[in-house]
């Protein structure tokens, strides 16, 4: 549950993760220097950038949005991101070979790197897999739990074979 804030000149706004530089990283960031911007999602040698979402599920204003990424098996497409209780993109995870830090509001161990203006409400890491149910069923909880306004969230509805 976060809100980024417009920081002129800023390329990368991490939310979180880590980003060492390298090839094996995972990470959440905003990207400000493309119109539309783009969220990034990070798993290991590559990248997804999103610029398109759904109706009331945009984490890119400056509204709270409750978001997830839901890094899953290294089975093709197996990975998910939400958005606002809707799917927004899934991608293929690979293994991490890159560091063992992780940061919030940032994806740096140096806090000086990725860092910028950001509010998170709410932060929740977990071990384990949802199913597309479970993660509509936190949504709607954080949605209601801090008032944001969303499209009706249904819980029972398969998306892409997911549960």
């Known amino acids: 549950m976060f809100r980024i ?6 390329t990368l706004n991490g939310i979180f993760g880590n980003d060492n530089g ?18 990034r999602t990070g798993y290991g040698n590559g990248h997804v950038d999103v610029f398109s979402f759904p109706s009331k599920a945009n984490p890119l204003t400056l509204i709270f949005s409750v978001l997830s990424v839901h890094y899953n098996t290294p089975d093709e497409n197996n990975s998910l991101v939400y958005c606002i209780g809707k799917y927004v993109s899934n991608f293929t995870r690979e293994p991490s070979t890159g560091e063992s830090t992780f940061g919030i509001g940032s994806i740096s161990s140096d806090p000086t790197d990725y860092t910028s203006q ?16 479970d993660i509509k069923v936190m949504h ?7 008032r944001i306004d969303h499209d009706p969230i249904i819980q029972n509805l398969y998306i892409y074979g997911f549960q």
């Open 5 to 10: 804030l417009e920081v002129p000149g800023v």
């Open 22 to 39: 390298g090839n094996s990283d995972w990470y959440i960031a905003v990207r400000h220097n493309r119109t539309p911007k783009e969220l």
């Open 118 to 133: 950001k509010q998170i409400a709410y932060f929740s890491l977990y071990h384990g897999r949802f199913a597309a149910k």
């Open 140 to 146: 709607k909880y954080l949605c209601e739990r801090y």
